[in-house]
């Protein structure tokens, strides 16, 4: 199995720009669907970009097409999130999780979860 580390959460001004690290311990993340999802306080996690396990294809939700960057780096066995033009509405916890399913969309989808890292954004 895998387990996801997360890092690189913070402060941030509207604006500005951070990057999240998800790195795998256990098992390489090259056999998974590896995903980002975001829960701000009273909401449900909600999904917010996926890199597939076959052909490394990159899926956004909506609210962050244009913004945010999910990338992978198999010799460091590592996801990024790279988030860009980042808005009061992203503040959130972001988790990361693996999946061996392929599909993406949903949070059952994944089969193992980091602890997640706190990304607030202030105005």
């Known amino acids: 199995q895998v387990q996801p580390v997360e890092s690189g959460g913070g402060l941030v001004q509207a604006g500005g720009s951070l990057r999240l690290s998800c790195a795998a311990s256990?098992?390489?993340?090259?056999?998974?669907?590896v995903g980002w999802f975001r829960q701000a306080p009273g909401k449900e996690r909600e999904f917010v970009a996926a890199s597939t396990r076959i052909g490394g294809y990159a899926y956004y939700a909506d609210s962050v097409k244009g913004r945010f960057t999910i990338s992978r780096d198999n010799a460091k066995n590592t996801v990024y999130l790279q988030m860009n033009s980042l808005k009061l509405e992203d503040t959130a916890v972001y988790y990361c999780?693996?999946?061996?399913?392929?599909?993406?969309?949903?949070?059952?989808?994944?089969?193992?979860w980091g602890q997640g890292t706190q990304v607030t954004v202030s105005s």
């Open positions: 999780a693996a999946g061996g399913s392929g599909r993406y969309l949903l949070p059952r989808e994944y089969d193992y």
């Open positions: 256990g098992r390489t993340f090259s056999s998974y669907t």
